[in-house]
């Protein structure tokens, strides 16, 4: 299959997914995961009508951002180090994976040299798993109350990782643990706060995700095939 028949059966999957659990498909966005492909794949779903895509590394985001002259958004999924920040200010519409407040004092200055501010999701280890980035779920709230007081940066939701399972059904209690997570930091009302995006699932489990109230589905190999060790 080719890549816009695949994004085809992806996006049909994602809807019917949405209807299923009585939610408007409209409210989720599908992020096309394109790290380890060439930029000419990111064409190809671009000109299929895939708009939002998802890198895991700096320098390959960059080196994308380059080739890639379309109207693309750029979505930052991965581990981020702060001295890495400043190469990718102003290029990503949004940060997935904030998990702590040095990181998020270092990306509030890059965006304020800009004159800009970057969208966030604070990323949170609901499972404890050690090999996984993400502040608890016990002290994401007061790493919320921390980075709001920050002036180029917005607080726009949460992100998860659950553990991997064969049966996907397996990973809904960590994405329903994100979602009432999210209900009890919205119920703080901080100023300037509005948790309402939930990052969650992946290729294998993004449908059980949707059922728990995912808005952005993080898709790679379901559209662009398995991972390529280099680029082309």
Known sequence: MSIAERLTEVKEEIRAAAVDAGRNPEEVRLVAVSKTHPATDVLAAFQAGQTVFGENYVQELRAKALEVTEAVE???????QS????????????????????????????????????????????????????????DALQLIRDIARLPNIRIKGLMTMPPFYDDPEAARPFFAGLRQLAELINAENIPGVAIKELSMGMSGDFKAAIREGATLVRVGSAIFGERQSTLK
């Open 74 to 80: 750029w979505h930052f999924i991965g581990h981020l």
């Open 83 to 138: 001295n890495k920040v400043r190469q990718i200010a102003g290029l990503v519409n949004m940060i997935h994976s904030l998990d702590r407040l040095s990181l998020a004092e270092e990306i509030s200055h890059q965006w304020g040299r800009l004159s800009q501010s970057c969208d966030v999701l604070v990323q949170v280890n609901i499972s404890g798993e050690v090999t996984k980035s993400g502040t608890t779920a016990a």
